[in-house]
């Protein structure tokens, strides 16, 4: 029977770390040192999504993981895989995805398989040209800027 042994390495920064490991008689375990990866998607910070958008263009958005270490950035709306585009820049990743209609969205961003904070997000998409807006008060309102925030 083969005995196992657990061991706890505390890592100070998020890089990939080269550990040696010896048995109790002093010899080195076959494969060793052994690179463990070592990431913090807490670390992770999602900036540039709007909380509302047009359809007809792209939600675009970006995530820094220069403070999370060397990982993966997923992103996935409404619960499924979609065509999302993320490209990188170092450790900034841009993501860009077109959303299929008006409704609202949730957006999962994750590092390395984990959610990073304040995922999963939430955007509204709306159809400018199907947009009613009616009521007291109207005839003031200067037309010539648009908003981007939406109409409830």
Known sequence: MRS???????????????QGVKRLKNENIYGSPFT????????????GLQDCGETGGP????????EAGDGDVDVIYDGRQMPTRVSRSG??????FMP???GVY??????????????????????????????????????????RKGVK
Not at 36 to 47: I, T
Not at 91 to 96: F, I, K, P, R, T
């Open 4 to 18: 196992q042994t657990l061991l706890l390495l505390e890592a100070i920064d998020k890089v990939d770390y080269q």
């Open 36 to 47: 463990v990866r070592v990431y913090d998607p807490g670390r992770v910070k999602v900036f």
């Open 100 to 102: 299929e209609g008006p």
């Open 106 to 147: 949730s957006i999962e961003v994750e590092f390395a398989n984990m959610d990073v904070p304040g995922s999963p997000f939430t955007v509204e998409i709306a159809n400018p040209a199907v947009v009613a807006v009616y009521g007291d008060g109207l005839e003031k309102v200067i037309a010539r800027y648009r908003s």
């Open 91 to 96: 450790q900034l990743h841009q993501v860009s």
């Open 59 to 66: 939600i675009q958005f970006s995530v820094d993981t220069t």
